[in-house]
């Protein structure tokens, strides 16, 4: 499976960068600072690192689980994007939950075979 999951993390290392990118542009336009190191993302993820190398299966599940978590996040701030009429976050958040439930969707096939 290695190069199957190496195109396909690969793909999903570009597009999160990409993201990453959206979103803080997002966030500098609302008029805040936009994190910038990985203390910084580590303190605000709801995404624990793994210690160690997982076996392939438990790489998927893991990631499964990332995917999952990031559409919790974006679905818990809806509520306050509805209340201040933020109609372009509103947007990047539908944006972010299709991919990323896109993608557990793939990943969740994986484990099923």
Do not use: C
């Amino acid at each position: 499976m290695f190069q199957t999951l190496h195109l396909m993390f690969e793909a999903q290392y570009t597009e999160l960068g990409t993201a990453v990118d959206v979103i803080a542009e997002r966030i500098r336009a609302l008029g805040f600072p936009a994190p910038g190191t990985y203390s910084e993302f580590s303190r605000l993820s709801s995404i624990q690192e793994s210690a160690g190398v997982p076996k392939a299966e438990e790489m998927i599940r893991l990631l499964v689980e990332g995917q999952e978590a990031v559409v919790r996040t974006a679905r818990s701030i809806f509520p306050k994007v509805d209340e201040a009429n933020d109609e372009p976050t509103a947007d990047l958040l539908t944006q972010r939950m299709q991919v990323h439930e896109k993608t557990a969707w793939m990943l969740r096939s994986l484990l099923q075979e």
